[in-house]
Structures are given as C-alpha cells and as structure tokens.
C-alpha cells in the first residue's frame, strides 16, 4: 500500500533555529497538506497545496512557515526561528483528491 | 465557534464491552466527516468517511458509525473491543468544497484485557 514518508521521525534544535520538515506524498496524489500535534492536544491544520501554490492555510501558519515542493516528489515544511511552542508532532498529507487523505507517520519536532 | 467536539477523553472498557465514541460539529452545510485512529507511536490511520448516501458507515476492524444530521453527530461504534483497539481516536470534518480537515481533541480508547 502506498505511503506517505516523513524524514526524520525525531528532530531536536535550538529556540531560533531553521527547520526543514521532509514530506515524500503518495507519487499520484495532487493535495498536501501540513497539520500538527501539540502534545496532548488535538491534531490542527496549518495548510494545503494545490497546483504549486498554497490553497489555504490557518492562523497558525504565520510568516515564520513556509512549504515548497522543490522537485516534484518532495514536500517540504520550514520553520524560519523555532520557538518553544513549536514543539509538536508534524504531520504531512497527500490526497488524490481533496479527500481521502493518507497521513505520514510524523515528525516529531523539540524545540530547546 | 465552528468546532468538532469529542466529549470523552479518555475511556476505559474491558475487552468484549461495547463502545461508542461521541462527535458533534457545529457547521452548517455540507460537510464531510471522517474517523482516524491513532496506535501508540504511529500516524493517522482512517477508520471510516461519510460523504453522502447511508448515514451509517461501515469501517474497518468492525467500526461502523452514523451520521445523525438533526443533531450534528457521527458517533463511532464498535459491538465489542478488543485489547488491540486501544488507542486515540479522532473524528474530523471537512467543510463543503475546503480542503482542510477539522479534528476534534481525540479520545483515548484503553481496552483491559
């Protein structure tokens, strides 16, 4: 069965920080999608991409995220000056549709 | 506010009891609702989606859930857990033509053997 592939499952970095969240969708599927998981709290929803071009994106993501799909199969996340209450768990989406999405396993993101 | 609310976070049933999980949405319209299911240290896995026709959906692992539009509910259901079903449980709205899931806050599901 297809997956969705995120890389890595774990990273730790400094408050202030560059990330780069990696994301490998489904290789037919044409939405993505970030969503994230503070601990203990519900899954929220940062943003979709459609066409090259984000499609909708939340409060939550502000002007420190940014996401690229640099060479047509990767699917990137970054954040530009981690934060403590960046600390979550990351979760890349693809979907063939604007449904059906199929979740990668996360990354879990610390801030320190 | 427009919300997806699960009122149980946290329940405890012994193997063999019945379950059923409540999610309630407060949006207006068309509306997609989903199930996922999260085991310990793995992602979102799909239980069950309503889109359109019966409102009762059947899942996977013997899930089924119903789509009550008068009280904005799709409540999931299992006749009988297994110690293997523990785990969070989230419900999840999608709203008309946006592409963006709603999750609600999840319930954690321990199953005693």
């Known amino acids: 069965e297809p997956e969705v592939t995120q890389t890595p499952s774990h990273q730790v970095t400094q408050m202030g920080q560059e990330v780069i969240l990696r994301c490998v969708p489904i290789s037919n599927h044409l939405y993505f999608y970030w969503y994230r998981q503070i601990l203990g709290q519900k899954v929220e929803f940062l943003v979709s991409f459609y066409n090259n071009e984000i499609s909708e994106k939340s409060e939550i993501f502000d002007d420190q995220f940014s996401v690229e799909r640099p060479d047509g199969s990767n699917f990137t996340l970054k954040i530009r000056s981690t934060k403590l209450e960046d600390s979550a768990m990351y979760f890349c989406?693809?979907?063939?549709?604007?449904?059906?999405?199929?979740f990668g396993s996360g990354t879990r993101l610390t801030v320190v | 506010a427009q919300s997806v609310s699960q009122h149980n976070h946290h329940v405890i049933l012994s193997e063999a009891a019945s379950l059923e999980l409540g999610c309630n949405y407060s949006?207006?319209?068309?509306?997609?609702l989903f199930w996922y299911v999260q085991y310990p240290g793995q992602h979102l896995q799909l239980l069950l989606k309503?889109?359109?026709?019966?409102?009762l959906v059947k899942g996977i692992k013997g899930f089924e859930a119903e789509f009550i539009k008068s009280k904005f509910s799709f409540n999931l259901r299992k006749p009988s857990v297994q110690w293997s079903d523990t785990a969070e449980y989230f419900c999840a709205v999608k709203r008309g033509s946006q592409g963006n899931l709603i999750f609600g806050k999840g319930t954690k599901l321990s199953v005693k053997p």
């Open positions: 949006y207006g319209g068309t509306v997609n």
């Open positions: 989406a693809s979907s063939e549709q604007s449904y059906g999405y199929t």
């Open positions: 309503y889109f359109s026709g019966d409102p």
